[in-house]
């Protein structure tokens, strides 16, 4: 959730340092801090504003200094404040960290009976001032004392940790937060995430969990909580430093959305081989595993939930598989009965999400046949943990709102769909050829529909100034609408709940009125007359409708009724497309109600607490 940074290098690092936190802001912005050494002391700056006021003020106070950490803080213990905000410092040392230390009250009470006072309400501070003790009082080693703390820690960290008499070390450890080492040439780095260190290297080790580095300008090393010496495998990055600028765009979100038709042209790259869908390339992928799957059981949270209750009905209709799906922050927490022969499907966007991520390591107790993780972060936690990956290849997403994220998520579901069904003999060749002609013209049908974005922001002026929105689906649209109201809700503020259509009259056709939007989805398919009932429902009681439809059934416009009718596509991809306009619409009413589209208030990106 936090973004942290560490440099060690042969020039002063607080533009480096900066130039992070900018890139990682995306993970938790409301505060932020940065911490040099020079001259035997400490340079500390904090705000509680964003970055850019971080750095304008690092301009008033400079922070001079070849070793540095910095950080951008997604509260847990203690609100926004620039006491709370991290780099914490206890006497000699400072830290910054990302995670959640459980048992810091316990060691708040010990540490202030040993006479320490606290500044602020954080766990970080009762761990730094743990490791002051440790060190100072009794006589350990920095790294021996770091190490020892780390070893009483009930929770998780990715944490930096500076000593000012002695700046030729940087020191890091990881624990259930991710943490990467980059490497240059005579300075060396460290970072919540890759992206934060492009402009400086492409190597890197990405730390594995329980994991302690001392780095110096020439070298690190890499050890176990007991400081055995480990050894660390470098690996480089093919993203580059471009992938976190907005181009022509106003936000990234808005960027993201655009960039959909060439994220989904690369998520099936390679695994299209003439009318099939080949995933047997794939990174650990056994025809022998999966053919024997009868059941699936899929687990993930918010946006990637959605593309998992879509999967649900692909992977039932299609492949013939039975398939439930889950919230990881519920299904790690309860005793779940598994079946033989039975598939474990995590979907996260930044594989580091901490429920999803415990939902994995609980499966794997648990008897599952095989465990996959569809993903978009390579090197990342689930991708680490799972027996095979696919990757979604949607490229660096930073708008905290997941949109390309979740189509290339879909698409990755319906080729596994296909893949699974085709060699189960559920599919017959006929149809797999129908699917994948359909998935080659995918981009280009994405392109058509984002090509309706200026009618899109038109609707969108219907929702200024209201407070509540309906977003109403069936069958496979269901979990579109569910999506339609998470993106809408979550940067526009606007209050908005999904349902499946057919529930209307078991509740919520109670708030119809003509102040509260109804959206429906309603593409051309089977379900269409159904839902063209319900839309009956709502028009009777006075609603106000915005339908998203292909000109199909005997939907017509009307004072009431609002149409936005999108080009005709194969019935497959309707899910995909119909996500589109309803991206748009939540971007359109977000810059209308004039929230911070990119970061909204009280989220983070990547959500490394439970
Ligand atoms: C909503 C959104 C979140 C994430 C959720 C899971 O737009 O982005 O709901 O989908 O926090 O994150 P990942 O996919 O990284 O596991």
């Not at 070298?219 to 430093?241: F, M, Q, T």
């Not at 983070?604 to 607490?609: D, I, P």
């Amino acid at each position: 959730m936090c973004g942290i940074v560490g440099a060690i290098a042969q020039r002063d690092v607080s533009p480096i340092l900066l130039e992070g936190l900018r890139r990682l802001e995306y993970r938790g912005y409301d505060s932020c801090g940065v911490c040099t050494v020079s001259d035997g002391g400490f340079n500390c700056v904090k705000t509680v504003e964003k970055v850019q006021a971080l750095t304008a003020k690092v301009q008033q106070h400079p922070c001079p200094g070849r070793l540095g950490i910095a950080h951008t803080r997604w509260a847990t213990h203690g609100g926004p404040s620039e006491t709370n905000a991290h780099p914490h410092i206890v006497g000699n040392l400072a830290m910054v960290h990302n995670g959640i230390i459980e048992n810091f009250a316990q060691m708040k009470e010990e540490l202030l009976k040993a006479g320490y006072a606290f500044k602020s309400q954080t766990d970080t501070e009762a761990l730094l001032a743990r490791i002051h003790f440790l060190h100072a009082k009794q006589g350990l080693p920095l790294i021996n004392a770091f190490a020892k703390a780390l070893s009483e820690v009930k929770g998780s960290y990715a944490l930096a940790l500076i000593d000012r008499d002695h700046p030729e070390t940087l020191y890091v450890a990881r624990q259930g937060s991710p943490l990467v080492i980059g490497l240059g040439i005579g300075e060396n780095f460290a970072a919540s995430d890759v992206l934060a260190l492009l402009p400086v290297t492409r190597r890197f080790i990405y730390m594995k969990e329980g994991e302690i580095a001392a780095l110096t300008t020439s070298e690190v090393k890499l050890y176990d909580l007991s400081l055995n010496p480990l050894h660390a495998e470098i690996a480089e990055s093919d993203l580059d430093a471009e992938s976190i600028s907005k181009g022509k765009y106003r936000h990234f979100m808005q960027k993201e959305i655009f960039e959909q038709p060439e994220a989904l042209a690369s998520t099936m790259m390679g695994r299209l081989s003439g009318d099939r869908v080949d995933l047997s390339s794939v990174a650990g992928f056994s025809k022998a595993a999966l053919s024997d799957i009868d059941s699936i059981k899929i687990v993930a949270c918010g946006t990637s939930y959605h593309a998992g209750l879509v999967g649900k009905y692909w992977l039932e209709e299609l492949a013939g598989i039975s398939t439930s799906v889950e919230i990881a922050s519920e299904y790690r927490y309860r005793k779940a009965v598994v079946k033989p022969h039975s598939l474990f499907v995590t979907i996260s966007q930044s594989g580091e999400t901490a429920d999803t991520l415990a939902s994995l390591r609980l499966a794997k107790k648990q008897g599952y046949a095989a465990t996959l993780c569809v993903c978009n972060v390579s090197a990342s936690s689930l991708m680490r943990e799972s027996d095979f990956s696919l990757m979604t290849r949607a490229g660096a997403e930073i708008g905290v709102a997941s949109t390309k994220a979740f189509t290339t998520q879909l698409l990755c579901l319906l080729l596994l769909t296909v893949y699974l069904g085709a060699l189960r003999g559920a599919l017959s060749p006929e149809r797999e050829k129908e699917i994948t002609s359909a998935i080659r013209a995918l981009p280009e049908a994405a392109r058509a529909v984002l090509s309706g974005d200026e009618r899109v922001s038109r609707l969108a002026e219907e929702f200024a100034g209201k407070h509540h929105c309906l977003f109403l689906g069936r069958g496979i649209m269901y979990p579109i609408a569910l999506e339609g109201a998470l993106k809408l809700k979550e940067i526009s503020y606007i209050h908005a709940e999904g349902y499946a259509a057919g529930e209307l009259k078991h509740g919520p056709i109670a708030l119809i009125d003509d102040k509260m939007p109804v959206v429906v989805v309603a593409p051309d398919n089977a379900l269409l007359s159904k839902l063209e009932s319900n839309i009956e429902e709502v028009r009777a009681r006075g609603g106000r409708l915005c339908v998203f439809s292909q000109g199909a059934g005997s939907l017509r416009e009307d004072p009431q009724t609002e149409i936005l009718t999108l080009p005709p596509a194969p019935a497959i991809l309707q899910p995909i497309l119909f996500t589109l306009p309803l991206q748009l619409l939540a971007y359109h009413c977000a810059v209308i109600n004039g929230t911070d589209v990119d970061q909204p208030r009280n989220l983070a990106k990547s959500v490394t607490v439970e």
